[in-house]
């Protein structure tokens, strides 16, 4: 069982800058990949970025150069940076835990929901314009 807590988030004017932070407790394979999605009301949830053990990166399309994802090993935390938001990004937000996955550019999507197995208590971003 993998227990994953998320914290951040809140609400920002456009252009400003937020943070989230996934804690990830319980057993993770050496192949886990963790990813961020988010669902705004009324909308399919969508993949925003995700790493690999390796420390893989990939972003969709419309937060690249604006969010950074990143990992600390140590703490078992994953974070998303976010920058240079609009108002397009308000969404709730949620981590989560794809268990069999190897980061390729170039490769795959990495955001199919369906093989993400554990997920964060997710969190409102809210950006004002």
């Known amino acids: 069982q993998v227990q994953l807590a998320q914290s951040g988030g809140g609400s920002v004017q456009a252009g400003g800058s937020l943070s989230l932070s996934c804690s990830i407790s319980g057993d993770t394979s050496i192949d886990t990949c963790i990813g961020w999605f988010r669902q705004a009301p009324g909308k399919e949830r969508e993949g925003v970025a995700s790493?690999?053990?390796?420390?893989?990166?990939i972003y969709t399309n419309s937060v690249k150069g604006r969010f950074t994802i990143s990992q600390d090993n140590a703490k078992n935390t994953v974070y998303l940076e976010m920058r240079d938001l609009k108002a397009e990004d308000t969404a709730t937000y949620y981590c989560?835990?794809?268990?069999?996955?190897?980061?390729?550019?170039?490769?795959?999507?990495?955001?199919?929901?369906?093989?993400?197995?554990?997920w964060g208590q997710g969190t409102r971003v809210t950006v004002s314009s």
């Open positions: 790493i690999d053990s390796d420390g893989t990166t």
């Open positions: 989560a835990t794809n268990p069999r996955c190897t980061l390729i550019n170039g490769g795959p999507s990495p955001f199919e929901p369906n093989d993400y197995k554990y």
